[in-house]
């Protein structure tokens, strides 16, 4: 179950509590509620472990392309120097290699922004379920210290 089922859950378990009349409280069954607080606990440092892949995976993708556009770049030299040698048209050669170095910085810029896009929308809603996660929690917390007041 995932935390928004169990906020589903707690949700349920409020609604379908006794109301105590002219005070807007209800009555639950704080064992039940404790138990999805646990659940809830217990399911989110797995949420926290996917984020943490998340961001890694992110350092990944970029270091795979920053690499990948170094070793672009560096063949470009690579090809530059051969042209260079082998060729009486310097010019060509060097028209070819900045198209290959724009391309290749290009491609390097658009793999870095996409894999930054990616990591912060995941982490975006990553810390939205946690808010609303914790939101609920602590609304639960309050009903429950409520009923304690209550009760005196």
Request: charged content about 35%; some cysteine.
């Amino acid at each position: 179950m995932d935390v928004f089922e169990m906020l589903d859950e707690m949700e349920d378990i409020i609604e379908s509590s006794s109301r105590i009349p002219l005070t807007g409280k209800v009555m639950v069954d704080a064992e039940e509620l404790l138990d999805c607080i646990d659940q809830i606990r217990s399911v989110l440092p797995e949420e926290i472990r996917q984020a943490r892949w998340i961001a890694k995976e992110r350092e990944r993708m970029l270091a795979d392309a920053q690499q990948e556009a170094e070793q672009t770049i560096k063949k470009t030299h690579a090809q530059i120097e051969q042209m260079a040698l082998e060729s009486e048209i310097v010019k060509m050669a060097e028209q070819k290699a900045q198209e290959i170095l724009s391309r290749a910085k290009m491609l390097d810029e658009e793999m870095r922004e996409g894999a930054t896009s990616y990591a912060d929308q995941v982490l975006e809603r990553l810390e939205q379920n946690l808010n609303k996660a914790l939101a609920s929690i602590r609304e639960g917390r309050n009903e429950l210290q409520g009923m304690k007041v209550d009760a005196s």
